[in-house]
């Protein structure tokens, strides 16, 4: 099973500003199949990214995501106020689709 | 566009058998990989299986054996059945297209495992 840990669990920022939230697993990623997800409180999650880098149907390009192998980041370039939300790492390299814990970006 | 909405029983008993179906509009269920994955009360998410649109399944090992995701093509719906629930089956139970990741979700819904 590939253990995904998202760091940090809370980051607490300005409108405005840059986040950079982390997705590590314990074994490479195979094809970089690794997939981002925002969710908001009593909402289901949103696919934001897959293949680690590609964006979703209609999610603003101010939305990014890099990384390759055991280390993947999302980053989003400009925080809107609704962009405060948890944030969900999830693989599927494997036969066994595994999600991280989340990352809260909070207002700060 | 393409929308899913989960039904069942928000309330089951220990031991018995969870059943939620999915009905999906905007897409065909013939075409695509559909999917079913839990949250705990505020707690993360939790991928139960899928299943393709040839009818083949894969499940995650920790709940296979009592895990059975089926399509019902004629009414383009795909059911949930897990059998044998306690509490720690308790969550929010969300259906998907998608197989490896889930494209578009459904509202989710309670399921409460209590007597």
């Known amino acids: 099973e590939i253990v995904l840990t998202q760091s940090p669990g809370t980051l607490s920022l300005s409108p405005g500003e840059r986040a950079t939230l982390s997705c590590r697993a314990s074994q490479s990623v195979s094809s970089s199949y690794l997939a981002w997800y925002q969710q908001k409180p009593g909402q289901a999650p949103r696919l934001l990214i897959y293949g680690a880098s590609s964006r979703a149907t209609g999610i603003p390009d101010r939305f990014s995501g890099s990384g390759s192998g055991t280390d993947f980041t999302l980053t989003i370039s400009r925080l809107e106020p609704e962009d405060f939300a948890v944030y969900y790492c999830q693989q599927y390299g494997g036969s066994l689709l595994t999600f991280g814990g989340g990352t809260k970006v909070e207002i700060k | 566009q393409v929308q899913l909405q989960e039904s069942g029983p928000g309330l089951v008993k220990p031991s018995e058998t969870l059943s939620l179906t999915c009905t999906v509009s905007g897409a065909s269920i013939s075409t695509y990989y559909w999917s079913w994955i839990r949250q705990p009360p505020g707690k993360g998410l939790e991928w139960i299986g899928y299943?393709?649109?040839?009818?083949?399944?894969n499940y995650n090992p920790s709940l296979k054996s009592r895990v059975t995701i089926s399509v019902d093509t004629s009414k383009t719906q795909f059911s949930l059945k897990l059998s044998s629930v306690t509490a720690a089956d308790t969550a929010v139970y969300y259906c998907?297209?998608?197989?490896?990741?889930?494209?578009?979700w459904g509202q989710g819904t309670l399921v409460t495992v209590s007597s």
């Open positions: 299943i393709s649109y040839s009818g083949s399944t």
């Open positions: 998907a297209r998608g197989g490896n990741y889930g494209i578009n």
